[in-house]
Nanobody, 123 residues
Framework: QVQLVESGGGLVQAGGSLRLSCVASGSIFSINTMGWYRQAPGKQRELVATITSGGSTNYADSVKGRFTISRDNTKNTVYVQMNRLKPEDTAGYYC?????????????????WGQGTQVTVSS
């Protein structure tokens, strides 16, 4: 299977910046789309941003112009640079990746989630 590990969360004042990283590991053959999602207490998980293997990006309207997603395909890593943070950005941030991995007998699709990293923005 494929494991995702996020890092970079923390406490920051409104207007500040954070950079989250997520590394995928395992018997990975290819990763198509990687992305970030977030979930605040009492709310559903929502899209933050996604990026394809070719570099095409998609952002939630609430983060456009403030967040930038990028990836390093050689390191199976996705990043999100978060600038001008607001208290409403406070949430658990989760990495997602989908693609294919190899087993002894077959190549199989995967869709994996990380454990999440907390981002707290104080006003």
């Amino acid at each position: 299977q494929v494991q995702l590990v996020e890092s970079g969360g923390g406490l920051v004042q409104a207007g500040g910046s954070l950079r989250l990283s997520c590394v995928a590991s395992g018997s990975i053959f290819s990763i198509n789309t990687m992305g970030w999602y977030r979930q605040a207490p009492g709310k559903q998980r929502e899209l933050v941003a996604t990026i394809t293997s070719g570099g095409s990006t998609n952002y939630a309207d609430s983060v456009k112009g403030r967040f930038t997603i990028s990836r390093d395909n050689t390191k199976n890593t996705v990043y999100v640079q978060m600038n001008r943070l607001k208290p409403e950005d406070t949430a658990g941030y989760y990495c997602n990746a989908e693609g294919y991995y190899d087993t002894t007998y077959a190549r199989r699709p995967f869709n994996s989630w990380g454990q999440g990293t907390q981002v707290t923005v104080s006003s």
